[in-house]
């Protein structure tokens, strides 16, 4: 394959996304990660190539990893304190490059599913991960 250059040279990067969470930009974002993935299978019949394949459900994950700022402002925004009592909402992931072509992913009906608080000596800031629950992803 040959070599094609990079049209800009821009790549996104972390500084160029915006993750508002219920509608409120968070800067306490330190990490995300989601995936998707489909259900695809080989059907044998006769011979030892497949035949035709079958495909399945389509299946996302995904978490967030946050400062302790913004869990406890998140957590003081909903009446019982805990996370896992918000409803179903949507989650964009919104990418700002400096070429200004706009993407968005947006994953679709997030609950929290666990809040999982860790830190240890040496520490500088204590951040938290968030587990989701993700019904799917919408790219575009």
Do not use: C, W
């Not at 790549?11 to 968070?26: A, K, T």
């Not at 992913?105 to 800031?125: A, C, I, P, Q, S």
Request: zero cysteines.
């Amino acid at each position: 394959m040959e070599h094609v250059p990079l049209i800009n040279g821009i790549e996104h990067s972390f500084v160029d996304i915006v993750i508002p969470i219920l509608g409120v930009p968070s800067a306490g974002i330190t990490a995300i990660s989601y995936s998707y993935e489909t259900e695809k299978e080989d059907n044998y019949g006769a011979g030892k190539y497949p035949v035709s394949r079958g495909y399945g459900q389509e299946k996302s994950t995904a978490s967030i990893t946050v400062l302790d700022s913004l869990l406890n402002a998140l957590e003081k925004s909903v009446p019982t304190g805990k996370l896992t009592d918000i409803p179903a909402f949507d989650l964009p992931v919104i990418f700002l490059p400096k070429n200004g072509v706009l993407t968005t992913h947006v994953l679709k009906n997030v609950e929290f599913t666990k809040v999982d608080r860790k830190m240890k000596t040496g520490d500088k800031k204590f951040e938290s991960e968030l587990s989701l629950i993700v019904s799917h992803i919408q790219i575009g």
